[in-house]
């Protein structure tokens, strides 16, 4: 853009929040407003009187910028953003992300509790249902954790199911991702998220294009998944039921020119027939994550990096030495697949109610996880599997 590598003062950035301020000014509105004054301050400067010399801006939002309507006063919101440590960057700015700026809509203005980095334009979204599977969410935490091991920053949305999976994931290994929000970055969703929410900012970022105090709403969804696709080279989608917003996000990333993968799954199931319908349009199937960086390193050869799946760092073993014979029998009853509490019962052939108790044990010491529905699985290895 003509103003790039132009440093931004404090009242062009508050300019720039004051257009996203008011309701009625969408991204392309914002946008043709500060190309035509040359900035955003510059908008306000100017009186918007008489005659409105910009095309393509409509009535109301003129009226409502005239009026000065802002949803609230845009240099007590600054105040709060930097109180906060929140980060505006705007499209003009030099550190807004290059992969974002090129789509058709790139938000005006990105909201980051974190830090975006030069290297997360070697970036993966990783997208899928909200009621995922166990298999799923342990196959897509599997996935993110090869990736962000190969240096590739991971891209999704924070739901629960798939998105929280591929968070979890790269932050498994220490390595980089991203959240993006379809609300206020003080907003709490999904509920209970506040703990990863700063988990990812610590090593990652967390970003919206909504202002602070915006709920989730529908629309907003759509929005967010625009961004999700345009920071990242590519789009996976794990598990997807035929209506669900993943495939926005899939098709999305093809308008965008981004890659499209997908995970197959049974015919039989409901949260295989989003993927499989991908893979018939010509997604390319992913099995690990050697097929997402096989795909990828012409795209990024020109890095430097050395992009190939390393495996991580392997996670110190507890000692089960001092475990009880009950322990290491119901422990050699579960490997990384899931398993339900009754399907253990029926093995170790011990009742549930000290399964329950023991398993509970296993999970304290970090050595059993716990899956919605009472599955189980096993997260440090067999070591102690029959032979």
Partial sequence: M????????????????????VPE??????????????????????????????EGIRENALAALRRKEFIREPELEWEILNKEGIRMICLNDPDYPS???????????????????????VSIAVVGSRAASPTGRIFTEKLSR??????????????VGIDSAAHRGA?????????????????????????????????????SEFPLKTPPAAAHFPMRNRIISGLALGVVVVEAAQRSGSLITARLALEQGREVFAVPGHALNFRSAGPNRLLKEGAKLVE???????????????????????????????????????????LSALDENPRHIDEIARIVELPVSHITAVLLSLELQGIVEQLPGKYFVHIQGNSCRKK
């Fill in 171 to 207: 932050l498994a290994v220490g390595g980089r991702t991203i959240a993006v929000l379809g609300c206020g970055l003080d907003v709490d969703y999904p509920r209970g998220s506040e703990k990863i929410r700063c988990e990812i900012a610590g090593s990652g970022a967390v970003v």
């Fill in 288 to 330: 690990n994550a050697e097929d997402v960086l096989e795909e990828i390193r012409p795209l990024i050869r020109s890095s430097g990096k050395d992009f190939s799946t390393k495996p991580p760092e392997p996670a110190r073993t507890p000692d089960l030495s001092g475990l009880s014979s009950d322990n290491k029998t119901i």
């Fill in 99 to 121: 992969n974002l700026a090129v789509i058709p809509d790139p938000p005006a203005v990105l909201f980051v509790r974190g830090a975006l980095e030069s290297r997360d334009l």
């Fill in 2 to 21: 003509e103003s790039e590598g132009r440093s931004f003062s404090e009242e062009e950035r508050i300019g720039w929040l004051a257009l996203k301020l």
């Fill in 146 to 159: 090869e990736l962000a091991g190969a240096g590739v920053t991971i891209v999704s949305g924070l739901a």
């Fill in 25 to 54: 000014l969408g991204n392309r509105s914002i946008l043709r407003l500060v190309r035509h004054f040359g900035s955003a301050h510059a908008v306000f400067q100017s009186g918007l009187k008489g005659r409105f010399p910009v």
